[in-house]
């Protein structure tokens, strides 16, 4: 009896020390996510810095600090996981993207975007997988035989199979354009803003996918069939995901819709749009679908049709609320891959020959460059050079999913002890830390250069739907009146002009989005909210009405 009390004694003597530590550990990890906001607020009008690099140069700075202080043992606060990152971190950031994205934008570019996100995404992939075997021949065909295997088989880093190669290429695939969407403003040039945002988020989901067909198909054997399967396989997650996703957001607004009553209830609304997004993303995962995808055009249709059946303040919570909550995450991610750069275990595996994890890196890199490259200037041909380049530019950043897919690749449970998966880990560190850092430094250097603030009245005309007119007004600051300014001197695009020069908005997707949006309508999805701006704001409604008939001819 007392042999075993005092054993349950040190048991939890040794589970509360261990919880104690633990919660050590994530009062410091909270310290650091408040320094990196505050830093982050501080420097933001620096033309070099932004909050990525800022929560990675803390992140670097704290595990150099924790290494020394434990001895060289570690440099971790908190055991990285992947289900940390893809249940918990990445969803509220992929909802936020599709739920804030200005829709008319992404839709009248939206065959340009999926261009670019999956067919360019798909070019780069075969191109850092399998380049070596026919362009990196050509520029070291004097030193190295023929082909990816063979050159980094002389490079002594382990053996890597045909699935490890289609692995890397999907790893480094996916883009990390934060940096360059703080440096855009989304008013001055909202063509390249849409193109830039849609394709990151497209991209990161087609890597995804890609990487979940290549993990569950045995690709050391290909052959016809098996390539068939792969691509019907990726097509099903592809499309699968998004309708899945569609369904999930007008489910949310069926249900709002519903049970609208004219009560205020924020709480219980902006917690059933939380929980359906969540549920959207989790379900993919259920049926092993892509969840970024799920959950991005599930912000889409919540955003434009859930948002419109929820009372004023709920807007304004929710907003804010998923806004806040994609902004934290993306602090967690930074500051933890610059502390994780600092693990000494998987540089302590490639100590013995640093050279090689650096060709390794430079190989890499230098992929990445061509495969970006590859794809973005053939297929941006009706763009002028300026953004062409500023687009290449903003998906040269490999960041937080390249992470976690190389963790996920090459590591069990945080740790690998396999020489030849430590240095793609330490490769991949470094390609991550290179691109975020130096990339993402030159980034708003290079957006002034190449894309010069225009004036207002510029501005106004670009950001314009294509049917504004050319003749516009602008606000006199003497009496507040509108004028019409003198045009003589100025060359003003007209804006269908613009919309030709660059990608046609006008497409067979677009009208054919533009007929079930006007279904969706029909069956009522937006009149709760409808008669809720009609109680607010009577005379405003019955205005706007009676305008609208006028314009279409209908007024008795």
Same mark, same amino acid.
């Given at each position: 009896m007392g042999f075993g009390l005092g054993y349950l004694l040190a048991k939890t003597d040794i589970i509360s020390t261990s919880d104690h530590s633990s919660v050590v550990s994530i009062n410091l990890f909270i310290a650091l996510l408040c320094a990196c906001i505050v830093i982050g607020h501080l420097l933001e009008e620096n033309r070099w810095m932004n909050e990525s690099i800022t929560a990675l140069a803390i992140g670097l700075c704290t595990g150099i600090v924790i290494l020394l202080t434990s001895g060289g043992k570690s440099s971790h606060l908190l055991v990285f996981s992947e289900?940390?990152?893809?249940?918990?971190?990445?969803?509220?950031?992929?909802?936020?993207?599709?739920?804030?994205?200005?829709?008319?934008?992404?839709? @009248?570019?939206? *065959?340009?975007?999926?261009?670019?996100?999956?067919? &360019?995404?798909?070019?780069?992939?075969?191109?850092?997988?399998?380049?070596?075997?026919?362009?990196?021949?050509? #520029?070291?065909?004097?030193? $190295?035989?023929?082909?990816?295997?063979?050159?980094?088989?002389? *490079?002594? #880093? &382990?053996?890597?199979?045909i699935g490890d190669y289609m692995a890397i290429g999907a790893i480094f695939s996916a883009t990390d354009s934060v940096c360059t969407l703080q440096v855009l403003n989304q008013d001055e040039t909202p063509l390249l803003y849409s193109l830039v945002f849609g394709e990151g988020v497209v991209n990161d989901a087609t890597?995804?996918?890609?990487?979940?067909?290549?993990? @569950?198909?045995? %690709?050391?054997?290909?052959?016809?069939? #098996?390539?068939?399967?792969?691509?019907?396989? $990726?097509?099903?997650?592809?499309?699968?995901?998004?309708?899945?996703?569609?369904?999930?957001? %007008?489910?949310?607004?069926?249900?709002?819709?519903?049970?609208?009553?004219? @009560?205020?209830?924020?709480?219980?609304?902006?917690? %059933? *749009? /939380?929980?359906m997004a969540y549920l959207s993303y989790m379900l993919a995962e259920l049926f092993y679908l892509s969840a970024i995808l799920t959950v991005f055009f599930c912000g889409i249709v919540m955003s434009h049709y859930t948002w419109h059946n929820v009372t004023e303040s709920s807007r304004v919570t929710a907003k804010h609320a998923f806004a806040t909550l994609s902004f934290v995450c993306e602090i967690f991610i930074f500051l933890y891959v610059g502390m994780d750069a600092m693990d000494i275990e998987k540089w302590r595996f490639v100590s013995d020959s640093p050279g090689t994890s650096v060709r390794v890196s430079s190989i890499l890199m230098g992929l990445v460059l061509i495969g970006r490259a590859a794809f973005v200037f053939p297929l941006s041909f009706l763009s002028n050079l300026t953004k062409k380049v500023t687009v290449w530019w903003a998906g040269l /950043? @490999?960041?937080?999913?390249?992470?976690?897919?190389?963790?996920n690749k090459f590591t069990r449970a945080g740790h690998t002890k396999l020489r030849g998966n430590a240095i793609m880990i330490t490769s991949t560190i470094t390609v991550v830390l290179f691109s975020t850092v130096v990339f993402g430094l030159m980034a708003k250097p290079l957006v002034r250069v190449l894309l010069p603030s225009t004036k207002q009245l510029f501005s106004s005309v670009l950001s314009s739907e294509p049917t504004t007119p050319k003749s516009f007004t602008v606000p006199l600051l003497s009496n507040g009146h509108d004028s019409e300014p003198d045009l003589a001197n100025y060359s003003v695009p007209c804006p269908d002009q613009l919309a030709h020069a660059s990608f046609h908005p006008v497409s067979h997707c677009a009208q054919l989005l533009a007929k079930i949006r006007q279904r969706l309508h029909e069956a009522g999805f937006r009149r709760a909210g409808l008669r809720a701006l009609r109680r607010w704001f009577p005379d405003r409604t019955k205005r706007a009405s009676v305008a609208m008939r006028k314009e279409t001819g209908k007024t008795n």
């Amino acid at each position: 009896m007392g042999f075993g009390l005092g054993y349950l004694l040190a048991k939890t003597d040794i589970i509360s020390t261990s919880d104690h530590s633990s919660v050590v550990s994530i009062n410091l990890f909270i310290a650091l996510l408040c320094a990196c906001i505050v830093i982050g607020h501080l420097l933001e009008e620096n033309r070099w810095m932004n909050e990525s690099i800022t929560a990675l140069a803390i992140g670097l700075c704290t595990g150099i600090v924790i290494l020394l202080t434990s001895g060289g043992k570690s440099s971790h606060l908190l055991v990285f996981s992947e289900d940390l990152f893809f249940i918990y971190l990445l969803p509220p950031i992929i909802f936020n993207a599709g739920f804030q994205v200005k829709k008319k934008q992404f839709f @009248r570019n939206f *065959m340009t975007i999926m261009l670019f996100g999956a067919i &360019g995404s798909l070019i780069s992939f075969a191109i850092i997988s399998f380049a070596p075997n026919c362009t990196i021949t050509h #520029i070291f065909s004097l030193i $190295f035989d023929p082909g990816a295997m063979n050159f980094f088989k002389k *490079m002594n #880093i &382990g053996a890597l199979e045909i699935g490890d190669y289609m692995a890397i290429g999907a790893i480094f695939s996916a883009t990390d354009s934060v940096c360059t969407l703080q440096v855009l403003n989304q008013d001055e040039t909202p063509l390249l803003y849409s193109l830039v945002f849609g394709e990151g988020v497209v991209n990161d989901a087609t890597s995804v996918v890609l990487f979940n067909a290549i993990q @569950r198909f045995d %690709l050391s054997h290909i052959n016809s069939s #098996i390539l068939l399967q792969f691509v019907g396989n $990726f097509l099903h997650l592809f499309f699968t995901s998004t309708v899945l996703g569609v369904v999930t957001g %007008l489910l949310s607004a069926y249900v709002i819709k519903k049970l609208y009553f004219g @009560r205020h209830s924020t709480d219980r609304e902006v917690a %059933l *749009m /939380m929980l359906m997004a969540y549920l959207s993303y989790m379900l993919a995962e259920l049926f092993y679908l892509s969840a970024i995808l799920t959950v991005f055009f599930c912000g889409i249709v919540m955003s434009h049709y859930t948002w419109h059946n929820v009372t004023e303040s709920s807007r304004v919570t929710a907003k804010h609320a998923f806004a806040t909550l994609s902004f934290v995450c993306e602090i967690f991610i930074f500051l933890y891959v610059g502390m994780d750069a600092m693990d000494i275990e998987k540089w302590r595996f490639v100590s013995d020959s640093p050279g090689t994890s650096v060709r390794v890196s430079s190989i890499l890199m230098g992929l990445v460059l061509i495969g970006r490259a590859a794809f973005v200037f053939p297929l941006s041909f009706l763009s002028n050079l300026t953004k062409k380049v500023t687009v290449w530019w903003a998906g040269l /950043m @490999r960041g937080a999913v390249s992470m976690a897919l190389a963790y996920n690749k090459f590591t069990r449970a945080g740790h690998t002890k396999l020489r030849g998966n430590a240095i793609m880990i330490t490769s991949t560190i470094t390609v991550v830390l290179f691109s975020t850092v130096v990339f993402g430094l030159m980034a708003k250097p290079l957006v002034r250069v190449l894309l010069p603030s225009t004036k207002q009245l510029f501005s106004s005309v670009l950001s314009s739907e294509p049917t504004t007119p050319k003749s516009f007004t602008v606000p006199l600051l003497s009496n507040g009146h509108d004028s019409e300014p003198d045009l003589a001197n100025y060359s003003v695009p007209c804006p269908d002009q613009l919309a030709h020069a660059s990608f046609h908005p006008v497409s067979h997707c677009a009208q054919l989005l533009a007929k079930i949006r006007q279904r969706l309508h029909e069956a009522g999805f937006r009149r709760a909210g409808l008669r809720a701006l009609r109680r607010w704001f009577p005379d405003r409604t019955k205005r706007a009405s009676v305008a609208m008939r006028k314009e279409t001819g209908k007024t008795n």
